[in-house]
């Protein structure tokens, strides 16, 4: 190997013993609803809704003492089909495939059909109707670009007569298999290409 490659292939083996460590997967958003507090996820409807509810929900959980829950109490005479939601920024740190699991239900609808929606960035993920029983669901977010992101849950049904119309979530979780570098070997490689640019300029000086 000539001289000059040397400092390149340590500070790539740096790199790459770093991304081994962290090959076991990496949590980069989770939400148990265990804090007591949901006032961390913002609220969005349909037009058609005037008192959208997200808040915690501690009577019907997946795991636990808390759980998310999306609805909107339709007054007698009905507000048709309607949705409400709510959503979260989290931080894909490199560009990878992502994956992301929950625990999810909605509830019977005399007439209508009542669902569960997720969405990433805007894009619904799916639409399920799920009455009285949590599920478990798995999601690939497939190609996400490195940056911030949007996750949102909610509750969509098809036509809101009169009664509570919901959704319920728990155990919210956003893991990617990639390699995710750490600080600190961020600076192991800038300090080892500092050193190929360092013996690149000698070089040229000589
Ligand atoms: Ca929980």
């Known amino acids: 190997m000539p001289l000059s490659l040397r400092p390149l ?3 790539t083996l740096a790199l790459t013993l770093a991304a081994t460590a962290q090959a076991s997967g ?14 961390d996820w913002s609220i969005s409807k349909t037009n058609n809704i005037t008192v959208p509810q997200v808040i915690l929900r501690t009577d019907s959980v997946a795991s636990g003492n808390g759980a998310l829950w999306t609805f909107f109490d339709a007054p007698g005479g009905g507000t048709g089909a309607g949705t409400v939601r709510a959503s979260h920024a989290f ?3 490199v560009a990878a495939d992502y994956t992301l699991t929950l625990w999810a ?3 019977p609808c005399s007439g209508c059909v009542m669902s569960y929606q997720v ?3 805007g894009n619904l993920l799916t639409t399920t109707h799920a009455p009285n029983a949590f599920e478990s669901r798995s999601f690939l977010l497939t190609s996400l670009s490195a940056g911030e992101h949007t996750l949102t849950l909610g509750m969509h049904t098809t ?4 009664g509570r119309f919901q959704a319920t979530f728990d155990d919210v979780r956003i893991t990617t298999l990639a390699p995710v570098p750490e600080p600190a070997s961020i600076a192991l490689l800038l300090a080892g290409l500092g050193v190929v640019g360092a013996t690149a300029r000698r070089r040229a000086a000589a």
């Open 119 to 121: 969405l990433v960035d």
């Open 26 to 39: 990496t949590t980069v958003f989770a939400d148990s609803f265990e804090d007591g507090s949901v006032a």
């Open 159 to 162: 036509g809101a007569s009169s």
């Open 91 to 93: 931080n894909a740190p």
């Open 105 to 107: 239900r909605s509830a």
């Open 9 to 11: 292939a340590a500070a």
